[in-house]
């Protein structure tokens, strides 16, 4: 007579049951369909660093997207000749100032009808607001020697620019009434006085023109 084992379930049939599929040895088999791992992409690829794909682009983009601003200095060209303008007109105020205080220092300069810079620096018009015009001449020359100057050009804080404008701007509206009292009321022209005007002129020009351009501010090096 055979006698069942211990545990076995009886078929029907007589047989005995077997142990269930999946199973060795007592144990579950590992499911031989896995998901997905932790870290991979849709279909199959692993990111870097187990980290999603859109945090590894991120920065490039945002990097491409805002550009950061850069100083935009004046060709070299316009730095240098704003420069040697400015100490032109410096030269020549210091010429006139010295003229002015020192009677022993003669203005090279003829003494016609028409002609005689004596006669226009000696003039009541050669004083405004109680200071010799040539001092005045003299300390406006000496602020745009300094910035006009390359270093100061390649300073990006909108003041100075606006204050370099308007420094431009007086000066001119200055020169025009200097010439006026030359014509009108004094009677004579003076040609170191005539070429510091024509300075004055040649830098507003400049000052305004590089104003328009933008000279002195910070643009963007592109835009997304």
């Not at 692993?46 to 950061?68: L, W, Y």
């Not at 410096?90 to 010295?98: K, R």
């Not at 404008?165 to 009434?177: I, K």
Request: proline share 8%.
């Amino acid at each position: 007579m055979a006698t069942r084992k211990p545990g076995a379930a009886a078929r029907p049939g007589g047989g005995t049951q077997s142990r269930d599929k999946g199973t060795r040895g007592g144990r579950p088999e590992a499911s031989t369909t896995a998901g997905p791992r932790p870290g991979s992409r849709p279909g199959g690829r692993r990111a870097g660093n187990g980290r999603p794909a859109s945090a590894r682009t991120a920065a490039p983009v945002k990097a491409a997207a805002v550009q950061e601003a850069q100083p935009a200095p004046p060709p070299l060209w316009y730095q240098l000749t704003t420069w040697i303008l400015s100490f032109a007109g410096l030269g020549v105020s210091i010429y006139l100032t010295i003229a002015h205080f020192n009677t022993s220092v003669t203005l090279a300069c003829p003494a016609t009808s028409t002609i005689n810079c004596e006669k226009v620096t000696t003039s009541p018009e050669s004083y405004a607001f109680g200071i010799p015009v040539a001092v005045l001449g003299l300390a406006f020359y000496v602020f745009l020697a300094v910035v006009n100057s390359p270093w100061a050009w390649r300073i990006t804080w909108p003041p100075l620019r606006w204050v370099r404008v308007g420094s431009m701007v007086v000066g001119m509206v200055f020169v025009l009434y200097l010439i006026y009292a030359e014509l009108f009321s004094i009677g004579a022209i003076c040609l170191w006085c005539t070429s510091v005007h024509v300075i004055t002129f040649a830098l507003f020009v400049l000052i305004v023109f590089g104003a328009a351009a933008g000279y002195g501010t910070t643009k963007a090096l592109s835009r997304a």
